[in-house]
């Protein structure tokens, strides 16, 4: 599956998993951003989302994580972690840079992750 979507009473959004950089949890609202800079709302919370991501995606959902409380991120992105000045930097390393503001224990987590990553 390439895409997932998601459906409320008056809207429908299909979004392109390898294009989607970083879920923000925004109340009851939860921001999605694109590689291309689109930003969209979608109309459920963010532990919701993170469920219809294994839901949709299957063992393909281990390619997002949660960091924190505030985001889910697709971990291709991962650029820098900085823990002194608590950022996770997210680029394609060429038309995008976001950095998102990250406790530190989530950024330690991430670290430890990535550094022990075998490709």
Known sequence: MNYIIYCSRD??????????????????YTKVVMANKLKSVLAISLANVEKSLITQLGENAAKFMRVGKRFIINRTFIYEVNLSKQCLILSDFSQFVFQLP?????????????ANVKE
């Open 102 to 114: 990250v406790s530190k224990a989530a950024l330690k987590s991430i670290k430890d992750l990535v």
């Open 11 to 28: 809207h429908l959004i299909r979004l392109e998993i390898a294009k989607i950089i970083y879920f923000e949890a925004d109340g009851n």
